[in-house]
């Protein structure tokens, strides 16, 4: 009798751990689509298409890679921004970065480069707290009074930032910067899976919120 109860018992775990194994990757499948369509017709990828926005967000990367190369989602975002400004579409740029450690300041290192393509300082703010995609773009409203923006990044991240943004009520459209090639980017869209996946959870399960808030810090345009 001991025996049988002991093969029950191992069954049923052994289906509850194909079951929640295969929810979860539903639930991965679900976020992903979910984020993607929701999305996809307020992404610009061409200038000349890209509806004029007066405040653009740009979001942050490290400028080298762990090797010590040129980051070239950090260089192409950074062309973007730089584009946009140059041909009139928007007016001033709010980067957002993660500056968690004396030693890693990313909202500097976009402000240098975007500085050397020839944008003014006076057009561009820095937020020192974009510690996460979401602290990014709900700082931008919250704290800095931007709703109608135009989001900066590479495709895949853009779209998670608009999904924030739309649960946020804002009113932001997207501007794909160029990807690297396909090899150099492997771990950042395997890891984007999972990314969107805690997205969903962090908007619709547990009410995530930014590390930082404040006070409001006027844009002047």
């Known amino acids: 009798m001991k025996s049988l109860f002991s093969k029950i018992k191992k069954l049923l775990l052994n289906k509850w751990t194909i079951g929640a194994t295969v929810f979860l990757i539903l639930f991965v499948i679900f976020s992903n689509v979910l984020i993607k369509q929701s999305t996809k017709k307020d992404i610009y990828k061409s200038i000349a298409n890209t509806p004029p926005k007066k405040v653009a ?37 709010i980067v957002s970065g993660d500056n968690s450690l004396k030693s ?3 909202p500097r290192e976009m402000l240098k480069a975007l500085i050397a393509l020839g944008i003014p300082d006076s057009s561009i703010t820095l937020d020192y707290a974009g510690f996460r995609t979401l602290d990014s773009v709900v700082r931008c409203k919250e704290v800095f009074g931007q709703s109608e923006v ?34 150099y980017s492997i771990k950042t869209q395997f890891r984007e899976y999972f990314a969107k996946t805690k997205a969903v959870i962090d908007l619709y399960i547990i009410n995530k919120k930014p590390k930082f808030l404040g006070d409001l810090e006027k844009i002047r345009l």
């Open 150 to 183: 135009v989001i900066i990044s590479q495709r895949f991240h853009v779209e998670r930032a608009l999904f924030i943004s739309k649960k946020h009520k804002m009113e932001a459209i997207g501007f794909a910067a160029q990807d690297p090639p396909d090899k």
């Open 104 to 106: 890693y300041n990313e």
């Open 57 to 93: 967000l740009l979001l942050g990367t490290s400028r080298y890679t762990t090797a010590g190369y040129t980051n070239l989602f950090f260089k192409y975002r950074i062309n973007a921004a730089a584009e946009l400004y140059q041909q009139g579409k928007i007016k001033h740029i």
